[in-house]
């Protein structure tokens, strides 16, 4: 098993520009996030999904959009990228969100907005 | 609004000594908390996960305890080594709606030779 991949690894864009993140899990896991991580602001939820065709919006969303079109994969979207958009960006998936169900995260894409 | 501190934010510590790590939450309704290592520029990994119902949870050198009423959680690495040097963090899960983790700033671990 994979387990939860993440594509690109690194990626610099303009500000205006557009990119799609993908994230892929091999594990059957029906929920799936989009976190992103700031110095001094930790990780924080952008969006998540409780299942294919379902997304939702978490604490930080403005700026960005997602699609679960396939139980396995959950694509982020930045249509017109800013600076205040720099910021490492994990996905993570679990079964569920019950006590038991662990979260697993991808290595991560290193998103820099110039 | 649940709120996650871990103090201290980081530590050096020498090789082989037992070490705690910290972790309060402000709210005691939650689901469960999660401890994961992040190696710089790194993702995270999963290292223990403590159910609502549990009061500790053991892996290798790594003991995790979870007091619900008094909103703690402590991680204990005992006999400590070089290799354990990373960031650790944890997370808790207040709704079981959206599963969606609280993360704390994270302790920075050095373990001298």
């Known amino acids: 098993n994979a387990g939860v991949t993440q594509t690109p690894k690194f990626r610099v864009l303009k500000t205006g520009q557009s990119m799609t993140l993908l994230c892929a899990q091999d594990?059957?896991?029906?929920?799936m996030y989009w976190y992103r991580q700031d110095p001094g602001m930790g990780l924080r939820l952008i969006h998540y999904s409780v299942g294919e065709g379902t997304t939702a919006k978490g604490e930080v969303p403005d700026g960005y959009n997602v699609s679960r079109l396939k139980k396995q994969n959950f694509l982020l979207g930045l249509e017109s990228a800013a600076p205040s958009q720099t910021s490492v960006y994990f996905c993570a998936s679990s079964y569920g969100a019950l006590g038991y169900n662990e979260q697993f995260f991808g290595p991560g894409t290193r998103l820099t907005v110039l | 609004k649940q709120e996650v501190t871990q103090i201290p934010a980081a530590l050096s510590v020498p090789e082989g000594e037992n070490l705690v790590l910290n972790c309060s939450f402000t709210?005691?309704?939650?689901?469960?908390l999660q401890w994961f290592r992040q190696d710089p520029g790194k993702g995270l990994t999963s290292l223990l996960l403590i159910q609502s119902s549990q009061r500790e949870q053991t892996s290798g050198r790594l003991n995790a305890s979870l007091d619900k009423s008094s909103g703690r959680s402590t991680l204990y690495i005992a006999a400590s080594q070089p290799g354990d040097s990373a960031t650790y963090l944890c997370a808790v899960i207040s709704s079981s709606n959206t599963g969606k983790l609280i993360f704390g700033q994270g302790t920075t671990l050095q373990v001298k030779p």
């Open positions: 709210d005691s309704a939650i689901y469960n």
């Open positions: 594990m059957n896991h029906e929920y």
